[in-house]
């Protein structure tokens, strides 16, 4: 009997090894334009005080007054995710105008996430706690009356202003808008301090402006984090408050401690991101 030839054998191994060949360079070539851990896009965190972390203490030296906090959210996040780059300019008293002349040059097409709280201290928020710590019920409910009239009224076209303008700095972005907790427990622990019938107004209030603020996000394609559930038995005057009564540095009063930006922004912020 003849013996079979090896050709067959020789040629069936040489066409495996060219499909396996080309396998591992498409493998290759996939890995290549998918490499695993990829970084995040570039992420630009904006807005006032409550983004910035004033209250959470861990201030990073070189922000100056703006006070910006590695407690804070976006220092939180930047940290777990790594993007590709960090632009954190939030700051401490921050309004709409100051958003629009000093925090959107670090925007550009490859900033790929921004978050911004902002609206809080155009409403004037910062005066009428004031107003209503040192001046009673009568003088608080007044001044949380013109806070709200402020809401209702030109608030919107100044969101809408910054809302846009961020949009045209960062076209390609996904943007994440954050309100604003409520800050008292009503009833709750507290046995000083402003009446409830002033908690409640000054709460009132901020459930006007989160709404004011969540409207204008939606006009704009914009996310929207509703962070008051997530704050819900950490206000003031509860047993577990995350945010700071009258506080020295009074600064620091009336703003989320290190808990609140951990506990009551980021998780909203980490699931709005993507």
């Known amino acids: 009997m003849r013996r079979p030839s090896a050709r067959p054998l020789r040629r069936t191994t040489r066409t495996l090894a060219t499909l396996l060949a080309a396998v591992g360079l498409t493998v290759a070539a996939v890995a290549a334009a998918s490499p695993v851990?990829?970084?995040?896009p570039g992420y630009a965190a904006l807005g006032d005080s409550y983004s910035s972390g004033v209250g959470a203490g861990?201030?990073?030296?070189?922000?100056?007054?703006?006070d910006r906090s590695t407690k804070s959210y976006p220092y939180l996040w930047q940290a777990a995710h790594q993007p590709s780059s960090f632009t954190?300019?939030?700051?401490?008293g921050a309004t709409t105008a100051d958003v629009l002349s000093g925090?959107?040059?670090?925007?550009?097409?490859?900033?790929?996430?921004?978050?911004?709280?902002?609206?809080?201290?155009?409403?004037?928020?910062?005066?009428?706690?004031e107003t209503c710590v040192l001046d009673g019920t009568s003088s608080c409910?007044?001044?949380?009356?013109?806070?709200?009239?402020?809401?209702?009224?030109?608030?919107?076209?100044?969101?809408?202003?910054?809302?846009?303008a961020i949009r045209a700095h960062a076209p390609n972005a996904h943007v994440v808008v954050l309100d604003?907790?409520?800050?008292?427990?009503?009833?709750?622990?507290?046995?000083?301090g402003i009446s409830d019938t002033s908690r409640t107004a000054i709460n009132g209030a901020a459930d006007q402006l989160d709404t004011v603020?969540?409207?204008?996000?939606a006009n704009a394609g914009f996310s929207f984090v509703d962070v008051r559930?997530?704050?819900?038995?950490?206000?003031?005057c509860s047993s577990d408050s995350w945010l700071h009564s009258t506080t020295l540095p009074i600064d620091e009063s009336y703003h989320p401690t290190a808990a609140g930006q951990s506990g009551g922004f980021l998780p909203g912020f980490t699931a709005a991101a993507g």
């Open 37 to 40: 851990g990829a970084a995040e």
């Open 103 to 129: 925090q959107l040059s670090g925007l550009n097409s490859s900033t790929g996430l921004v978050s911004i709280s902002i609206g809080g201290n155009d409403a004037g928020f910062a005066s009428s706690m």
């Open 180 to 192: 604003y907790p409520h800050l008292y427990q009503v009833p709750g622990s507290c046995l000083f």
């Open 141 to 164: 409910l007044s001044a949380v009356s013109t806070a709200e009239a402020f809401i209702n009224g030109p608030l919107a076209a100044k969101l809408d202003a910054t809302y846009a």
């Open 213 to 217: 603020i969540a409207k204008r996000a």
């Open 88 to 92: 954190f300019v939030a700051c401490s």
């Open 229 to 236: 559930g997530a704050f819900t038995g950490h206000e003031i």
């Open 58 to 66: 861990s201030y990073i030296s070189s922000s100056g007054d703006c």
